[in-house]
């Protein structure tokens, strides 16, 4: 699914690219790319070389692109014609850029958000990463809202095929934003590592991606040095990696309602129910203990607090929350500021592919339970 993409990592990735893309020498690119983010790290993107003359701009878009943005997009994309699509930023920003490209060239004229058939080829996409936390540069979906609906599209030909992850363009971000967008590179690692769709390179990535995020997150949020951001990007590109291959499971199928109600940022929304989810996923069966021809997410469940460093699942749960906080950021639901009442809401909109993901499978009604066990 990755084999097309050329991906550049690291210090000095953003140079890289830039030569890439200069050797490209595109007419007229389509720059997605918010106000702000243009505002904050233009100079050093056009030093590279990442905003060709001739560049057409996007802005429109919003933390958690919506419809209606998507659509006004892919109308500037028909008028521009690009023959190269540059998104820069978050998982905003290049998940707007991926949707605005397939659905500018979808096979049905009006799609639907739930119909939009792909076609694969067009021009270039160019994902350039400038926070470390969503991996959208290394994956084949884009996620979307309609109201308060969240939407995926997942098809190979949303794959960036350049993917580019510099720690120089995350040297602006505010520390909530590095901690948010941190805990969803290291949720993605770990959901990754257990669900069912995980194969043995996804396993190995999400590891790779761990050892990366996990030691160096919160002297990242306290103090970004250029190591530690270094670490972050890579680690958060690794974990792209894994998710495009295992997809996510069940604290980001509850996620969404959180993010869309509550305005919670997605990293954070994850991590919120991950906790809870280490404790039931260690459920399967007793520690160390693999029964003969037993399912590997299960054992995988099992081995999520030896990931984390624990040596129960109580510790890593506790390990994770105390982690949540050491980054400034609220540790379950009530420090959150959700009700109760509001949790069988949050399990009514629960992502069904992603619930079904999850290693062990979980009625909705064991769900609401263990989510109000915090209360
Ligand atoms: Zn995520």
Redesign the pocket.
């Known amino acids: 699914m990755t084999g097309g993409q050329r991906f550049h990592l690291g210090a000095g990735a953003l140079a890289e690219a830039g030569r890439r893309l200069r050797e490209m020498s595109p007419r007229r690119p389509l720059v997605v790319i918010s106000r702000g983010r243009l505002a904050e790290a233009g100079e050093k993107l056009a030093a590279a070389g990442l905003l060709p003359p001739g560049s057409v701009f996007f802005h429109d878009f919003s933390v958690n692109p919506g419809w209606e943005e998507i659509l006004a997009g892919s109308s500037v994309f028909r008028n521009a014609d690009p023959d190269l699509v540059i998104a820069v930023g978050g998982?905003s920003a290049i998940d707007a850029g991926k949707l605005i490209k397939a659905l500018a060239r979808a096979e049905n004229a009006n799609p639907r958000p739930d119909g939009i058939r792909v076609r694969p080829g067009g021009p270039p996409l160019a994902a350039v990463a400038t926070t470390a936390g969503?991996g959208s540069e290394a994956t084949p979906f884009a996620t979307f809202y309609v109201g308060e609906t969240k939407h995926s599209l997942d098809h190979p030909a949303l794959l960036p095929e350049i993917a580019v992850a510099d720690p120089a363009l995350s040297s602006a971000l505010p520390p909530r934003l590095t901690a948010a967008t941190g805990f969803?590179a290291l949720?993605?690692a770990v959901e990754s590592y257990w669900a069912r769709g995980a194969t043995t390179e996804s396993r190995r990535l999400a590891k790779k991606a761990l050892g990366l995020v996990l030691p160096n997150l919160p002297g990242a949020v306290e103090n970004p040095l250029p190591a530690r951001r270094l670490a972050l990007a890579e680690g958060a590109y690794w974990a792209g990696r894994a998710i495009a291959i295992s997809l996510?499971t069940a604290p980001?199928a509850l996620s969404y309602f959180l993010t869309r109600r509550h305005g919670i940022p997605?990293?954070h929304a994850?991590a919120l129910t991950l906790a809870n989810f280490i404790r039931i996923n260690a459920e399967s069966g007793e520690d160390g203990e693999s029964p003969p021809g037993e399912a590997p997410w299960l054992t995988a469940g099992r081995e999520a607090p030896a990931l984390l460093d624990r040596d129960s699942p109580a510790a890593a749960a506790a390990f994770w929350r105390e982690l949540l906080r050491r980054c400034g950021l609220a540790a379950t639901l009530p420090e959150a500021g959700i009700s109760p009442g509001e949790i069988a809401e949050m399990v009514e909109r629960v992502n069904p592919e992603r619930l079904a993901n999850n290693p062990v499978a979980v009625s909705r009604g064991r769900l609401i339970r263990e989510l109000r066990v915090d209360f």
Do not use: L, P, R
């Open positions: 998982g969503s969803d949720a993605q996510t980001h997605h990293g994850v």
